[in-house]
């Protein structure tokens, strides 16, 4: 006769969490997580590097040991969730919000034909003058253009203003509505707790939960903004050893999931 083994299947679905690590009493711990949104994929994964020795006494040289040197484990998270929070994780950097307000003299440069970034995006009732003791309007259509959702200024060839090639000093007013800035590597290494608050879609949607104690993030390696897709972008790093966890217990990860049948 056969023997016969039941088998447990995964097939995971989930949330991903991350947050600063507490380490004020001792034990680390996770103090306050934020969602990160939908993710692709979430990997785990160690590599070993060893040592082989080969006996020389037998004439076959064969190998008799094998040491390991070194255990790394790695972790890898793909995120569709494009937010200011994710994005300044990511790109090892901060963000900054900044509610909806207006601008009234900010000073910029007009290239005749060329375009000008202003310092906000979506921006509504702008208004151009010159830097002069009488200060003369531009007129929209005539000497500018303005891409409201971008936030810049193209100087029209028609313009009775800028002609030439002499760039022309401005003054620009409009309003703006809330947005955030993220500003890129301007954080040193940081280590984050990760949790995976997962279900097992193969077993009937049992929960299963991992939590990272110690995940150490490099900035990531690409982002693409033009593409035919739903873009991602990846964030991933290495699990560090977490010395505070104790003894009997690992130092590294722990998973937790309700006892399957077959066990």
């Known amino acids: ?29 996770a103090g306050g997580l934020f969602e990160v949104g939908n993710c692709s994929e979430l990997k785990l994964n160690v590599n070993t590097s060893t040592v082989e020795h080969k006996e020389t006494t037998t004439g076959s040289r064969a190998i008799d040991l094998r040491l390991t040197t070194e255990i790394k484990a790695n972790m890898e998270v793909t995120i569709e969730n494009f937010n200011s929070k994710n994005l300044a994780q990511a790109m090892r950097g901060n963000f900054i919000s900044a509610v909806s307000g207006t601008v009234t003299d900010e000073p910029i440069m007009g290239y005749p034909g060329m375009i000008t970034p202003l310092n906000h995006i979506r921006v509504s009732a702008v208004v151009l003058k010159t830097v002069e003791t009488t200060p003369k309007t531009l007129v929209s259509g005539t000497d500018y253009a303005v891409n409201t959702e971008a936030g810049s200024v193209k100087f029209l060839a028609g313009s009775t203003i800028l002609t030439g090639n002499s760039p022309v000093p401005l003054t620009v007013a409009y309003s703006y509505e809330a947005q955030e800035e993220v500003h890129g590597l301007t954080q ?3 280590t984050i707790w990760l949790r995976f608050e997962g279900l097992n879609t193969a077993d009937t949607n049992k929960p299963v939960v991992l939590d990272v ?29 977490d010395l505070t966890q104790g003894s009997g217990v690992s130092r590294y990860w722990k998973m937790k999931m309700l006892q399957s049948q077959g066990n």
């Open 1 to 29: 006769m056969a023997w016969e083994t039941a088998s447990n299947y995964f097939s995971g679905q989930g949330v991903v969490l991350m947050g600063q690590r507490d380490t004020s009493s001792g034990v680390a711990k």
């Open 188 to 190: 040193p290494m940081q």
């Open 213 to 241: 104690f110690k995940f150490s993030t490099d900035p990531l390696k690409e982002l693409d903004l033009i593409g035919d897709k739903v873009n991602a972008f990846q964030l991933a790093g290495s699990i560090l050893a």
